[in-house]
Structures are given as structure tokens and as C-alpha cells.
């Protein structure tokens, strides 16, 4: 198992109240070592006052069974325990610039870390619950937890890719390319760029100014905004990128939309 990177002292305050606010938001807190008892006493008053059973239910069904009481809360925390942790291992991951494997390998730690502490929620206080909690609840825990080990991992591949495309656009070499130094042209030259692929389209298609980032592999425009406009927000990464994309020829912008899915 790979070792996990050091967190910072706010972070690992602000997991650690997470858990408490956790625990006690599903009443992990101490009272729930009672939960089954409780049950099984409110089913044996129930079965108290009805003795003949319920009409229509065979009688090899009768009998009180408490296996699922804390399954629930223990699932719920778990994942949510999961999700904190997945978010702070993630920050760091992203900024490291590692595949997304080093992430992966992360997350079967974390998965094991969260498995003994919610094991430890039920531990010690007595056999028949500790014998339930490998029994009933265990197996919940597992199961949940391996599609979220599997749903982050393919979140991150799917990070890495947008990544690796932003890069390889920012890095082609492209005929004539020139890369846009002068902010206050840079609206026009966007424009002017549209204008020119639109003339290549058949009527009834359109570009327009998401395409642009699109094609660069971003997710959202917020980044070619602040570059067209020459925000400080935009970085010399974007400059790269969308620099290269204007410079293309427009059929070759075209194709690279249809090839991305783009455009129709």
C-alpha cells in the first residue's frame, strides 16, 4: 500500500470535526451499542400483544430479527467519511501533477483507513454485536465503499485525459502559428477567427466562442474569459492554448470539433 501525503494541520482539524459532526448527526455517539437491544425488545412487545402473529405471515418468518438497525447509519457515515477524505487527498493530488494511478492507490487506503473506523464505532462492547457487525453490516460498508474507491478513480482518468488533451494543444505545432501577446486584440482576433470557420460551414451550423475552449479540453469557459479579457486570473498555460487554437486553419478547427464531438 502506498503511503499517503502529509496534510496540513487546518485540514486535518477540519476532517477530524467532520468525523465528530458526523457521528453525532447518526447517532454514533455511544447510545447506538443499545440499538439492538431496543429493537429486540419492542419486537418482543409487539409479539406480546398480537400471539397469534400477523394473519397471512408463516410462522417461520415471525421471528424478531435486528440485523438491520445501524446498517444504515454505519453505510451513511462511511461514505460521507470517504467523500471528505477523497476531497482533501484529491486537492493534493491535482496540484502534484502525478497520473492519476498515484490517486487510485490513494484511495485503497483510504477506502481501508474508513473500513476500521467504522469497525471501531461497533467494537467493544459486546460479542453478539461485534459477531452482527462482520456479519450484517460489514458487507454494506465494503460494498459501498468499492464503488466509491471505483466512481473517484474514473473521475481522476477522466481529469488526467482533460489534462493531457489542454497539453498536447498547447504544445502542437501549428502552421503560422502566432502567439497573442496583445491583450486588447485579443476580443477581435476571437471574432475574427469565428467569422472565418462559420464561412466554412454549411448553413444551419454554427461556431461560437465555446467551441474554442471546448476543443482546448476545458469543462467550463471561465479560463478563456479571463484570457480574452487579460485577466491575471488567466495563466500562461491558457495563453499557450487558446494562442494555438486561433492560430489554426479553420478546417482544421473544424475537424478537430467533430473529432472531440463537438459539432455535428
Known sequence: MPNLPELSDSTKRKLELRWRALLDSNGLTGEHFHWHEQERDRLRRLAAQSPTGVPGVPHSLRKPTTDD???VASVTVAAERFNGLTLEYGRVWRSSGDRYESLVGW?????????????????????S?????QRACRPAVEETLAKLVKDASASARTMELAVLDREKVATEPEQAAVIVDRKGERRELVDDFLNRCNQELAIGSRIVKHHIWQAAGYKQGRQFLYWQQGNAKATGVDQRIFSRILAMAPGDFILLLRKKHCLK
Open 69 to 71: 438497525i445501524g446498517v
Open 107 to 127: 484511495l485503497e487506503v483510504l477506502k481501508q483507513r474508513v473500513s476500521i473506523e467504522i469497525a471501531s464505532i461497533w467494537a467493544g462492547a459486546s460479542k
Open 129 to 133: 454485536i461485534e459477531r452482527w457487525y
